[in-house]
């Protein structure tokens, strides 16, 4: 039954002709009636706008529609003979909305026209999504960063939290949205973040829809964040900028963790100098007609020059380095009359830095190789066109690139050292100025001079085709269905140019293997990832937008995708299959439905709602990392010297080839296996799900005045599946950890084949399920910008909980003080059965890293009697939970359960804009001042919860690294009692601060428009 389903969506689609679903468009409809409510067919309605002028004619029941119209605002016009003609001016249109504006003509012939004011239009009656554009003065007069990305925590719901891996919307990490520029899909294709920059000075609009989106879109379990680049129009316009910035003018430095300042020494963090930064970015841009009324052009140049100079603490010596960013946009837009629209969009950002610094804190060897250069050219092209059949039919056409790649050259250093924890001062009483010393965090090579790409190159190409139907049958109704082809490709050889030499002075190993010798142990590896693959996704979708009555829509579709995941190691072993997954389109067959009630019939209030099953499109680290492209071996030695920089003259540089020791002189190592290949035949699970979010969502807009809306939304989404790789440990003799590999099923966590039994333990207990469930109530008062003020204000009650934060991991923010782990499904939650259970063998299920119960933000602007613009930005949020970790064999856990240190401080910021005009002859010119966090406040984002630096493992001689020893053997138990009766090393970092709030940042800005 679902395969003839599919086979009758395909058949639809094919009758159109080729889109990306991302909009770049809306539409106006509405109706013609005389005074006494009778339909006028055959009456003409002209849109003047930024498509030129456009013509519709009303059918039989007086109704008229513009169903693809560039976004910006309008002028209509309602004419027939023998009646008044009356205009419509102001009529603003945002991405994806459709705007109902209905005439009433009156009878006679006058000489002029009656124009009315369409500011009260400001409800979409006909949609269920919730959505928000940023355009005109929210874009222009509102405090934000450079990037397009900055402008999104406006949306009620969406926030840039660091933990989460940047842009979280409704709960959802950082890397489960979908950026889209210009109509192709930018979002990288690795990591599932934000993956081409665009500064705001280029945009017309940017639109964030959170949930209740339609067939049409896919790929997304959190937002999709959308942006439309300025087009030209009937008028030459232009202007050139200039911005600057320096350091001096930001806020004061952060406290750095710093383990050599740990008492005695210190209070465990260090205070650097700010580098001196100076920050100079000019621009122009310029749009306006090729042919009036058919034909504009748009371009602009925005180029970024960062000069960074750093002095090392103790130094005398200033090193430089420059990091150029550039960013090019060209479009042209234009039309065929009335029957055809098309754009032509290029946008290219590269960027590149010339120069290593060195470590702050002066520890890098004198004669490092600083001469690095890396370089990150990114593009992305998109062509589309609509062609208007007939009233009652139209076909869209999309195609796009995006492609980005990175490539470093004067990379020549073969080893590196590197000291993770442990203190050779307070523990050996080698200090300075013994040359051997070095503080803990030294490492004799910058990380950026020892990590080559010869390559890492990345392409999406996009093609697509929908077709639109309206006909009228027990209502009207809005048929859409089409397909969306995607393939990715990526070739990549990037890693560690030698050996890396980890060293823990006064420690076991870190993977709880108790390999520990006189001064501590010793990692060496050499990470590298080779290789080349490409993915496949096919989406088909129909859907109906259905008003069976004049004030009610239905929004009903479907959308199937068939996926294929590749396997990296088919290109070296052609045996293997090329594709490591497939999804065929049962397999991930989404339906949605919403509804849209204009309750007064008069667009003053809407009450709407959704449901709808949404899934991801897998992001390619897994595939990376599982399936051939990674390499690592990690080698474990005991460390029996304090002469640390003898230890590579007897070394060789590492093959990530277990059976050889790369370290001879040092002994037969203990060696893990942290990315041994998965066979797709026999790691993957075969009943395998796609990851998946169910979400409803239910709520009111009303119209209060002419420009004040008032809207509440309760939504909750739930998943339903997600993929990861589920890690057990793998010894060649059971119980003895010297030799070991750690082996990965990729399946959906306590489902399917690795809910069972998987490394012979026995099920003690089951693995757990990944679970996490978002609910919010949102309620926001918006008043536009009218006599010379605008005010939003929002507040957000909600709660996010489980055991899984999603593709990034909030669970892994130490590696980085306060960053998220972003390699979505193979991340650590589940590598280890321990993950899912406290030390007592409970299932852990709390809030999670990134619950904010509570956030007010307010955004408002005033416009001054003498011109000037002040716009205020300031939000308040709740502190974020604080859990205890540990780790067995390690994979961390939470032996008390989730938060159970409280949480951190409520956060609290302000943000300003001032922008002043003046007139110099014909030209406009502006003076405007941006500063982020006015106020510098420096509140703790999150603390180390690391109670001891031992493993688990570490603490006992009879631990064999096995489910079965731990949970039969040690569960129940008290941590903190079983860890301080072995004597374990605690953290001196335990509860201190590991991140603060971001300093002040300020820019400066001049303006000259023409």
Partial sequence: MKNKFVVAIVALALMGSVALAQEQVGAIVGTVSDEGGQPLPGATVEAKGPAGTLVAVTDTNGAYRFPRLPVGTYTLAAKLSGFVEVESEGVRLALGQTLTVNFTLRAGQFAEAITVAADQVQIDVKGSAAAMSIRGEDLDLLPKGRDFTTLVTQAPGAANESMAGGITIDGASGSENRFVIDGIDTTHPQDGLSGQGLVFDVLDEVQVKSAGYAAEFGGSLGGVINAITKTGGNQFKGSVNLYYGDSSWNGDERPVPYESNCPPNGDCYIRYKKDDETRIEPGFQIGGPILRDKLWFYVAYQPTFRDIDRTPMGSTATFNQKRTYQYFVGNLKGNLGNSFLYKFAVNMSPWKWDGVLPNRDGSTPAGSDLDVQEKYPISSYSLYGDYIASNNFLVSARAGRFTTNTETSGIDATARYYFRSGNMCTLYGVCAPDPRYRPTGFSSVPAASFYATDEDKWTRDALAVDSTVFFNGAGSHEVKFGVQYEKVENTVSYGENGNLYEIRWGLPDRFGAGVKGTYGSLHVRRFRTEGAAESKNLGLFIQDKW????????????????????????????????????????????????????????????????????????????????????????????????????????????????????????????????????????????????????????????????????????????????????????????????????????????????????????????????????????????????????????????????????????????????????????????????????????????????????????????????????????????????????????????????????????????????????????????????????????????????????????????????????????????????????????????????????????????????
């Fill in 547 to 1010: 008003s069976p009555l004049p004030n009610l829509t239905i929004n009903v579709g479907v959308r199937a995708e068939k996926e294929q995941i590749p396997n990296y190691g088919h290109r070296t072993d052609p045996t293997l299959p090329q594709w490591a997954i497939e999804f065929n389109f049962q397999d991930k067959l989404a339906p949605r439905v919403g509804f849209a009630w204009d309750v007064f019939s008069n667009q003053k209030m809407k009450v709407y709602g959704s449901w709808g099953k949404y899934y991801d499109i897998t992001k390619l680290e897994m595939p990376r990392g599982s399936f051939g492209a990674d390499h690592w071996i990690a080698y474990l030695y005991p460390l029996n010297t304090l002469d640390w920089q003898t230890i590579a003259a007897g070394c060789s540089i590492s093959t990530n080839n277990p059976s050889v020791n790369p370290c001879p002189a040092l002994g037969t190592p203990v060696t893990r296996d942290l990315r041994h290949p998965t066979d797709p035949r026999e790691a993957i699970d075969p009943d395998l799900k796609p990851m998946e979010n169910r979400e409803f969502q239910l709520g009111t807009e009303y119209q209060l005045t002419s420009n004040t809306m008032l809207s509440a939304r309760y939504v909750n989404k739930k998943l339903i599946n997600t993929i990861e790789d589920i890690g057990y440990l793998v010894c060649a003799t059971p119980g003895d950890l010297t030799s070991c590999e750690e082996q990965y099923i990729t399946g959906n966590p306590g489902k399917g084949i690795v809910a069972g039994d998987p490394d012979g333990s026995g099920p003690i207990p089951p693995q757990a399920e990944a679970i996490r469930d978002y609910q919010a109530l949102e309620l926001t008062y918006n008043r536009r910008f009218a006599d010379n003020w605008m005010l939003r204000a929002s507040y957000t009650y909600s709660k996010l909980s489980g055991n899984y934060s999603g593709l990034a991991s909030s669970d892994e923010i130490i590696a980085t003080p306060g960053q998220a782990r972003t390699d979505p499904n193979v991340a650590r939650y589940f590598d280890g059965l321990v993950y899912g259970y406290d030390s007592k063998g409970r299932l852990v299920d709390g809030v999670l890293n990134t619950d904010r119960p509570h956030v007010i933000e307010l955004y408002g602007l005033y416009r001054l009697p003498f011109g000037t613009n002040i716009g205020v930005a300031t939000s308040w949020r709740s502190g974020a939970p604080t859990s205890e970790l540990a780790s067995y064999n390690g994979v961390e856990f939470f032996p008390y359960g989730r938060n159970n240190l409280g949480r951190t401080p409520s956060i609290t910021q302000t943000d300003l804009y001032i922008a002043h005009p003046f007139k110099i002859g014909g030209l406009d010119f502006e003076v405007n001042l941006n500063v982020i966090n006015l106020f510098d406040e420096d509140e703790v984002m999150n603390y180390y919860t690391y109670s001891y630096r031992w493993d688990v493992c570490d603490a006992s001689d009879e631990c064999d690294g096995s489910n079965e020893w731990y949970f039969a053997h040690l569960v129940p138990y008290d941590y903190h009692q079983y860890m301080d009766a072995a004597h374990a090393t605690k953290d001196p970092f335990f509860m201190k601060p590991y991140s603060f709030q971001a300093p002040r940042s300020v820019r400066l800005g001049f303006k000259l428009s023409f």
